[in-house]
Nanobody
Framework: VQLQASGGGLVQPGGSLRLSCAAS????????IGWFRQAPGKEREGISC????????YYADSVKGRFTISRDNIKHTVDLQMNSLKPEDSAIYYC??????????????WGQGTQVTVSS
């Protein structure tokens, strides 16, 4: 199982970024796909997840109302649209595939991280 995260970058506070997690259709149909982030000196935290079964979603309180998770069936990605970004959103962002919903830190499959920096 391979996951490929992309889309990170440098953005000003209040700006937007869209992250993508590319995986095979087999993975997207069989696993919940979660987005996690880890800032320097902090523990990795789960921030959003999309279930493969019923399309249900999970958002951490810290991102609720600002981030939106969705699936692109043409590109075979699970995307995380991040709006109204804050400096505290700066972190390395990872995607993971898990049988549980929401995906947990014990998820068996992880993509490489993509850096998001929110700074003026």
């Amino acid at each position: 199982v391979q996951l490929q995260a992309s889309g990170g970058g440098l953005v000003q506070p209040g700006g937007s970024l869209r992250l993508s997690c590319a995986a095979s259709r087999f993975v997207l149909d069989g696993y919940a796909i979660g987005w996690f982030r880890q800032a320097p000196g902090k523990e990795r935290e789960g921030i959003s997840c999309l279930a493969s079964t019923d399309g249900s979603t999970y958002y951490a309180d810290s991102v609720k109302g600002r981030f939106t998770i969705s699936r692109d069936n043409i590109k075979h990605t699970v995307d995380l649209q991040m709006n109204s970004l804050k400096p505290e959103d700066s972190a390395i962002y990872y995607c993971a595939a898990d049988r549980s919903m929401p995906a947990s830190l014990r998820a068996p499959f992880w993509g490489q991280g993509t850096q998001v920096t929110v700074s003026s």
